[in-house]
């Protein structure tokens, strides 16, 4: 590959890397082609891209920004895992796929400016994702509405579980 293939392949790496919220890194050697494309699907319908890039262009595209830290990860042959959605959605399928399967193994990753190594990664993919982060947001704000209801209505009603009470003991 010439010198101007590479530095637009670099240029893509940046631009690709710009929104991105985490990245993990992995070994996939010894896995059939069958395999890494039902893989590289799996991640592309959660949102992930998938792909596999020379690491001398991925040290490259990010010297120079806080993702720098993630260089000591970049060795071997490195499939690159990346999320614009979520931060957690492409290291559950990564650690997912990886107790499935020993010959995709989890190098690192990055999140938030730091380097992860392999528990870091598998911390980052039992984070709650974007649906679940919104309804937990949903449920805190109307939380406080019910209970606001519960407590206006609790005295009236109270009320009139005393009143009952008093016409029962006249009854009898």
């Known amino acids: 590959m010439d010198r101007t293939g590479k530095e637009e392949i670099v240029g893509q790496i940046r631009e690709t890397f710009d929104g991105v919220m985490s990245i993990v890194l992995a070994d996939f050697r010894g896995m059939d082609v069958g395999t890494t494309s039902a893989l590289r699907d799996e991640f592309r319908k959660a949102g992930c891209g998938y792909r ?17 830290v993630m260089s000591e990860h970049l060795a071997g042959p490195t499939a690159v895992i990346w999320s614009t959605e979520s931060p957690a959605d492409a290291a559950k399928i990564a650690v997912k796929y990886a107790k499935e399967n020993n010959k995709f193994v989890i190098k690192g990753g990055y999140f938030e400016g730091k380097s992860l190594d392999v528990q870091g990664v598998a911390t980052l993919s039992t984070m709650p994702d974007k649906p679940e982060c919104q309804a937990n947001l949903l449920m805190t704000f109307l ?23 008093r016409e ?3 009854n009898s």
């Open 143 to 165: 939380a406080a509405p019910q209970d606001f209801v519960r407590q206006t209505m609790a005295g009236p009603q109270n009320f009139v579980y005393l009143l009952a009470a």
């Open 52 to 68: 596999v890039l020379k690491n001398t262009l991925v040290k490259l595209a990010i010297k120079g920004t806080d993702m720098e």
């Open 168 to 170: 029962r003991s006249m």
